[in-house]
């Protein structure tokens, strides 16, 4: 089996997709989540979260996005979602990088 990219963005800034855009956003808009690179991005805190699969190629990328006041979170979601994410999709041989701001990178 063809080793996977499993690529971690943790922004702990609450940043959005919007004009301003944090440096995570910029590299998650930049990666590719293909069968061979899976995705995750977390904007922190006060957020809720879609998912979006590709039913062609089988690329699973989850995408947390801010909108105050929907849904508050607390720091221990914040990370357990995130490793709740990679042991999901973690298969041994798989290279995992994580990349944090701020909370995120805490």
């Known amino acids: 089996r063809k080793r996977r990219n499993i690529v ?3 922004d702990g800034t609450g940043k959005e997709f ?9 590299l998650h808009t930049v990666l590719k989540a293909d069968e061979d690179q899976f995705l995750y991005y977390s904007s922190g805190l006060g957020e809720f979260r879609w998912a979006v699969k590709d ?7 989850q ?12 720091f221990d979601d ?4 995130a490793y709740a994410y990679l042991m999901d999709y973690y298969t ?6 994580i990349f944090g701001y701020s909370r995120g990178a805490y």
């Not at 947390?64 to 607390?74: D, E, F, H, V």
């Open 78 to 81: 914040f990370v357990c979602d």
């Open 55 to 61: 039913r062609q190629t089988h690329a699973n990328t």
């Open 8 to 10: 971690l963005l943790l």
């Open 63 to 74: 995408v947390l996005s801010c909108r105050p006041a929907l849904a508050l979170r607390n």
């Open 92 to 97: 041994p041989g798989d290279h995992v990088f």
């Open 18 to 26: 919007c004009d301003k855009n944090s440096n995570l956003i910029k």
